[in-house]
């Protein structure tokens, strides 16, 4: 069987981003690995020790686990992005769970190999605190968001979210993976995905989903999607996933 290929730095929108001079003092330090899907990058509370940027369709998100046993999510991160103490001085615990949803390749780095690049580049530290800034606008965005709306808008936003960094129409999501990420009984999914199905927004099939109208589900949506969007491309000064993956319709 051939070695699955090594991912280019390009293929990570963030490291893609890096100066001349700042992949100069990353990228030497990157080490390819294959992640999949279900593999747990880090535990909340444990020590991070290593950054992962996401290529191609790898996609990871953030999980907080309450004592009963409920997970919800509170990010999505793909090739846009990076997992792990992205924008922290050093080392430190993590306060999610990291959860890999889509598996493909990602880049790591050392926590120590990055902080040393930070300590050397000023144009480094900020470009990595915009992105933190990015993805925090993300976090609270879902707080309102699974606060003030309704299930359907909120399911709506995930598979918004999730296509952005797949650039396809064909999500490989089963029913119970959507269910533990919004928060809610499997078989109360089922019934919004139904109504969603009837709608015609989208094509349920056996560990798919099928996007079907993606600007008729931008409207249907709530704004929170749009919102996160528009601030990654203020802060930024790119597009969020979508525009730079494209959409997938």
């Not at 940027?53 to 998100?61: E, G, N």
């Not at 949803?101 to 690049?117: D, M, N, T």
């Not at 995930?158 to 078989?187: F, I, K, N, S, Y």
Request: charged fraction near 20%; hydrophobic fraction near 40%.
């Amino acid at each position: 069987m051939p070695a699955a290929p090594v991912p280019s730095f390009e293929n990570n929108q963030l490291l893609k981003a890096l100066s001349g001079a700042d992949r100069d003092l990353v990228v030497p330090h990157l080490e390819p690995a294959m992640v999949q899907r279900g593999e747990i990058l880090f535990e909340a509370g444990s020590e991070v020790q290593a950054i992962s940027f996401p290529c191609d369709q790898a996609v990871i998100s953030l999980l907080i686990t309450m004592q009963d046993g409920r997970r919800a999510e509170t990010a999505t991160i793909g090739r846009e992005g990076a997992v792990g103490g992205i924008v922290s001085n050093g080392r430190i615990p993590a306060s999610t769970q990291a959860v890999v949803q889509i598996g493909g390749p990602v880049l790591r780095i050392e926590s120590a190999r990055l902080q040393e690049a930070k300590r050397r580049s000023g144009s480094l530290r900020n470009l990595l605190s915009r992105y933190g800034d990015c993805l925090l606008a993300q976090v609270l965005q879902s707080v309102a968001c699974n606060a003030l709306h309704p299930i359907e808008q909120r399911c709506l936003r995930w598979l918004l979210t999730l296509q952005d960094r797949l650039g396809t129409d064909e999500l490989p999501v089963t029913h119970e993976v959507l269910a533990a990420m919004l928060g809610v009984q499997r078989t109360y999914l089922t019934r919004v995905l139904s109504t969603l199905q009837g709608q015609g927004l989208i094509r349920v099939g056996r560990g798919r989903i099928h996007v079907l109208g993606r600007p008729e589900m931008e409207i249907v949506a709530c704004e929170c999607h749009a919102v996160v969007r528009q601030h990654y491309e203020a802060v930024l000064g790119r597009p969020e996933p979508s525009a730079v993956l494209g959409t997938g319709g």
